[in-house]
């Protein structure tokens, strides 16, 4: 039973209707070949028989790899629970969810690395459509931690420092956990409580 004083949010419903199983298939085979081996020979065909699925069925959910692993990423950003304590200061509960976000894929680097390219692809309508869902996920648990009455400036700040912090993490210049960490430093210069 929830603790008292303790707010749970519920997801964002998700555009598709929810993950049908075939689709939780396919990521978990994706995640199972990509922690086997780089991203390069990964295809929709590899995807469909270790997901013992016809390609037919795959291919009419996504129209490429990128838009498996964009997919993917959305999956695994938008079912991290969403709990805000309001007893937790404002800086405690931002560190909280950028640190869940920023460690989603932290012990799976192969798989974090395919993710981080597929989302960077820009001729893909599906990766765009998977791009835009992790943004508006990641400004509701921003604005959630905020709570009401916080700056607009100051959410628009926390997610570009988030998203730089991200980039640095997916380009391999530091390691996932580590980011975290210098990312819960940054916050603490951001958020001070009095200037909210």
Same mark, same amino acid.
């Given at each position: /039973? ?19 199983? /075939? ?17 390069s ?30 997919? #993917?990423?959305l ?14 200061s404002v ?9 869940? #976000?920023? $460690?989603? /894929? ?18 893909d309508p ?7 869902? *992790? &943004?508006?996920e990641?400004?509701?648990? *921003?604005a959630?931690?905020?709570?009401? &009455?916080?700056?607009p ?5 926390l ?14 210049? *530091? ?11 940054? $916050? ?7 200037? #909210?």
């Open positions: /039973m929830p603790r008292r004083g303790v707010t749970h949010a519920t997801r964002l419903t998700d555009l598709h209707g929810g993950r049908s199983p /075939m689709c939780r298939q396919v990521f978990r085979a994706a995640a199972a070949l990509l922690g086997e081996s780089s991203d020979g990964l295809s929709m065909p590899a995807l469909a028989a270790r997901a013992r699925v016809a390609p037919a069925a795959v291919t009419a959910h996504f129209p490429s790899v990128d838009a498996v692993l964009a997919e #993917l990423y999956h695994r950003v938008s079912t991290l629970p969403l709990t805000v304590d309001p007893d937790s800086a405690a509960r931002v560190k909280g969810q950028l640190r869940a #976000l920023t $460690l989603v /894929m932290a012990d799976e680097p192969t798989l974090a690395a395919a993710c981080s390219r597929a989302l960077l692809s820009a001729d599906a990766v765009l459509c998977a791009r835009n869902r *992790i &943004g508006a990641v400004q509701r648990r *921003i959630a931690a905020l709570g009401t &009455g916080a700056w400036e100051v959410q628009d700040t997610e570009t420092v988030f998203w730089g912090a991200l980039l640095q993490a997916q380009s391999r210049a *530091i390691d996932y956990r580590e980011m975290a960490n210098r990312l819960d430093t940054m $916050l603490s210069l951001i958020l001070p409580d009095e200037a #909210l």
